[in-house]
């Protein structure tokens, strides 16, 4: 900070001083947000191939950061702006103390964003397809998103709306960084195909004794980068409430789904009941942001547990599912964040939202999210749907490990029919799969049989670990 001369004005030094510091936690915020995202992935992906993990996540977190800082600033925080739609003018380097903290608030969006759809597509997309998704997400995609709800000249924020001046705001980046981001990833989910095996087929020995340490490490360090970025965001309201705010939805998270989960089954404590109960307190985070510095404690209560118990409804049908989505992208992130952005004109009874105090007036403004949010979801569907398709036709959606993958689970799906429980017994022409032996432990294995009749094709496995000798799991469809 150095010492303030006679010259210098106490108060201007401490807001100098406070603004350096707001800078340096919101990029640390977003540094130990990522490596909470890599840690879920080692810990949850079922893959052996953990260096491509880490190396596409080093590789997305450069992409990311040089797309939005020599592109992506522009369009999204732009001096000047083109109908509201996409900003243009000078770059960082030439603007205002002002812009460069913009620029900061963009990268570490852009570093949350990027984290979010790589976890929902790790170690499937070819490195090329990795690249151009990171830029076109981190260049183009949330950029024109931020300038339509964070730029004062956004086309969202002045047009007027059934005689009201429509009022958005998005200060936990539920839509812009949260919906973008898990919506972009499951388009390209969606284009991979099924999973080979839908994860209730799973053997709870098939799981390493380490993945469950190590997602539960990763979701604390996602919990407290969410935050330290929703603290020092503020716009209204004092730091402290807002902290306040976070530590009960945690708590609310937590709870609400070690209860439910207890009630629902009365079965010991596994993986998945561990990873749901953080999954769902990261859920009641992300359901709180865009309301967190409006809402009372006790409102704040009430959203996060609607929040945790919608994320655990939806992360049972993904958990029977056949998407891949083994860290519940979509439950955790999609559908809290787009429920998130549009609760606040509903239940905040702050006269600081928009000034909305009647319920004509909070209809209005109801109405103005849900469409914004519709645009979002077309625009960001749109780009990626146009991404992947390319891709997919020249060949270079998949990485080589998942190209057999996919066709396994194809294979599987076309070979398997349902059948009566005798049959699945008893039937001689069954498919399944038989797992072989480990080095790491002579119960587990390490290689996948196809069996169809006296025929056999065996394969390397997919699974970190995998499921004792004497377990032979049917292969599923969707």
Request: proline share 2%; net charge positive; aromatic share 12%.
């Amino acid at each position: 900070m150095g010492f303030i001369t006679g010259k210098q004005n106490l108060s201007t030094a401490v807001d100098e001083t406070f603004g350096k510091t707001q800078n340096v936690f919101q990029v640390f915020s977003a540094l130990i947000l990522r490596g909470g995202f890599i840690l879920i992935q080692l810990g949850s992906i079922p893959t052996e191939d953990i260096s491509t993990i880490l190396m596409q996540n080093v590789v997305d977190v450069a992409v990311s950061l040089l797309s939005f800082i020599s592109i992506g600033f522009i369009f999204a925080f732009g001096d000047k702006s083109k109908t509201g739609v996409v900003g243009y003018g000078s770059w960082i380097s030439l603007r205002t103390k002002q812009a460069q903290r913009a620029a900061i608030l963009g990268c570490t969006a852009s570093l949350i964003g990027s984290s979010v759809k790589t976890t929902l597509l790790s170690a499937r997309l070819h490195f090329v397809a990795y690249l151009l998704s990171s830029f076109l997400y981190s260049g183009f995609c949330q950029p024109f998103i931020m300038h339509w709800l964070w730029h004062e000249k956004g086309w969202m924020r002045k047009i007027p709306f059934l005689n009201h001046s429509g009022y958005l705001r998005d200060h936990g980046g539920n839509l812009t960084v949260h919906t973008s981001s898990s919506l972009s990833g499951l388009v390209g989910s969606i284009f991979l195909g099924r999973r080979l095996l839908r994860l209730k087929e799973l053997d709870p020995s098939s799981i390493g004794t380490e993945s469950s340490g190590i997602s539960l490490l990763g979701y604390f360090l996602i919990a407290s980068g969410l935050i330290t970025f929703n603290v020092f965001n503020a716009v209204n309201g004092e730091s402290v409430a807002i902290l306040i705010n976070d530590l009960i939805a945690v708590g609310t998270g937590l709870l609400a789904v070690a209860f439910v989960e207890y009630v629902k089954s009365r079965a010991g404590f596994n993986h998945w009941v561990i990873l749901r109960c953080s999954q769902g307190a990261v859920a009641s985070l992300v359901i709180i942001g865009n309301g967190i510095d409006v809402y009372s404690p006790l409102v704040t209560f009430f959203v996060a547990f609607l929040g945790a118990i919608t994320y655990y409804f939806c992360a049972l049908f993904v958990y029977k599912s056949s998407l891949e989505d083994y860290c519940n992208i979509v439950s955790t992130h999609l559908l809290t964040g787009i429920l998130g952005f549009l609760l606040p004109p509903l239940v905040s009874k702050n006269s600081r939202w928009g000034n909305a105090t009647s319920v004509e007036q909070r209809c209005i403004h109801f109405i103005w999210h849900a469409l914004f949010v519709m645009v979002v979801m077309v625009f960001t569907v749109s780009l990626f749907t146009t991404l992947f398709l390319t891709l997919n036709s020249i060949g270079l959606l998949r990485n080589k490990l998942e190209t057999i993958s996919h066709e396994r689970s194809e294979y599987a799906a076309d070979r398997t029919r349902v059948k009566c429980c005798l049959r699945r017994l008893f039937a001689k022409n069954d498919f399944y799969i038989a797992p072989g032996h480990s080095r790491r432990n002579l119960s587990l294995s390490k290689n996948i049989c196809l069996h169809e009749g006296d025929s056999v094709v065996q394969g390397k496995s997919f699974f970190r670990d995998t499921a004792p000798e004497s377990l032979n799991v049917m292969a599923t469809g969707s």
